[in-house]
């Protein structure tokens, strides 16, 4: 594909995307690498980036990928250098790597908790401050985009920590747009609203959760990976040069109210 627009352009910009292999993020790789971008996917598993890196290579460059497990903090700043020995530089961060655990209040162990923050939260607060780091080191200004949730607008049931999680993201990404906007770095975040995903595919199978999911949508239908992909490539590109610490609702509009069964005359 072709840019007919330097204004959005991501061509030749080297892109890393943590959470890369699968749903959203495997969404925002493929949509960069089909706009020229060097993309790189990182995960836990290597076999699994390594088929979805050759799956989603349908660019001009060949997706690379590598292998980091967000939870564990010693091996992000790897990560982070093992992109930058293949390709100099980092230009935007795609901080994808969420998890997710459905359950009462009352019944979540310590043990979920944790491992729900300690990916969410910390981890998506280290591989930020790893890129950022490297962003600095270069001098050459990049972008962040953090994703954020439907949940920091209003919590849904049965997901607290994983609401929780996502609600840090969000101060996160002002606060480091605040810190590092000196040295041209600009943090904004995407908060996706019901996505289909493979995470979430059994959940919105339910005929229920469907019809609920539509009947609180503007736009009448829940949303795909690839719905995603236009507002990250504006967030990376030029065509958002004077916005940073912002935060993005994807979500067909169930944001913009609260619907209500009664007719309108």
Known sequence: ??????????????????????????????????????????????????????????GPHPVDYVVCDVARPESIPPMVAEVVAKRSRIDTLLNVAGVNIRKRVETYTEEEFDYITNINSKGAFLVAQAV??????????????????????????????????????????????????????????????????????????????????????PLRRLGNPDDMVGAAVFLASDASRYMTGQVIYVDGGITCGMQWPIPLT
């Open 1 to 58: 594909m072709t840019d007919t627009d330097e204004l959005f352009s991501v061509r030749d910009k080297v892109v890393l995307v943590s959470g890369g292999s699968r749903g959203i993020g495997r969404a925002l790789a493929e949509g960069f690498a089909r706009r020229g971008a060097f993309v790189f996917i990182a995960g836990r598993d290597a076999e699994t980036l390594k088929t979805t890196a050759i799956e989603i290579s349908t």
């Open 132 to 217: 950022g780091k490297q962003m600095i080191a270069q001098g050459t200004g990049g972008t962040i985009v953090n994703i954020d949730s439907l949940n920091t607008f209003a919590p849904l049931k049965g997901v607290l920590p994983y609401a929780m999680s996502k609600a840090s993201l969000g101060m996160m990404t002002r606060g480091m747009a605040m810190e590092w906007g000196d040295h041209g770095i600009r943090v904004n975040a995407i908060a996706p609203g019901f996505v289909l995903t493979d995470l979430t595919n059994k959940l919105w199978s339910d005929p229920t959760m469907q019809a609920w999911g539509k009947a609180n949508t």
